[in-house]
C-alpha cells in the first residue's frame, strides 16, 4: 500500500520560512516524478513545484519561483519543500503528489497558514 505522509505544515508570519517533508512509502520511490500541490480555500489545487525522479530536474510556478526549493533524497525516501519569504497568498493545504507508471499517489496535505 502506498502513503505519502507530509509534515512541517504551520502558522508563520509574513516573510518567515517553513520546510515541509514528505516520507513515502510502499513505492519505487527512486523512479517516482515528485511534486508539491497546494489548494487555498475557494480555489482549485495547484502546482507548486515538481522534481524528476534522479533530482536533476526541477519546475515551479511563477509564484513560487526564487523563494521556494524542491529536493529530494531516493536514500530516504523523502521530498522536501524549503519555503522563504512566505507571503499571505501562500496559505492553503500542500500536498505531496508521487507519480510512477501514469499512477497518481497523493498525501493526506499538511496546512500553512501565512499571517501576521
Known amino acids: 500500500q502506498v502513503q505519502l505522509v507530509e509534515s512541517g505544515g504551520g502558522l508563520v508570519q509574513p516573510g518567515g520560512s517553513l520546510r515541509l517533508s514528505c516520507a513515502a512509502s510502499?513505492?519505487?520511490?527512486?523512479?517516482?516524478?515528485t511534486g508539491w500541490y497546494r489548494q487555498a480555500p475557494g480555489k482549485q489545487r495547484e502546482l507548486v513545484a515538481t522534481?524528476?525522479?534522479?533530482?536533476?530536474?526541477?519546475n515551479y510556478a511563477d509564484s513560487v519561483k526564487g523563494r521556494f526549493t524542491i529536493s529530494r533524497d531516493n536514500a530516504e525516501r523523502t521530498v522536501s519543500l524549503q519555503m522563504n519569504s512566505l507571503k499571505p497568498e501562500d496559505t492553503g493545504v500542500y500536498y505531496c503528489?508521487?507519480?510512477?507508471?501514469?499512477?497518481?499517489?497523493w498525501g493526506q496535505g499538511t496546512q500553512v497558514t501565512v499571517s501576521s
Open positions: 503528489r508521487a507519480t510512477l507508471n501514469a499512477a497518481d499517489y
Open positions: 510502499g513505492i519505487l520511490f527512486r523512479f517516482t516524478v
Open positions: 522534481v524528476s525522479s534522479t533530482g536533476g530536474s526541477k
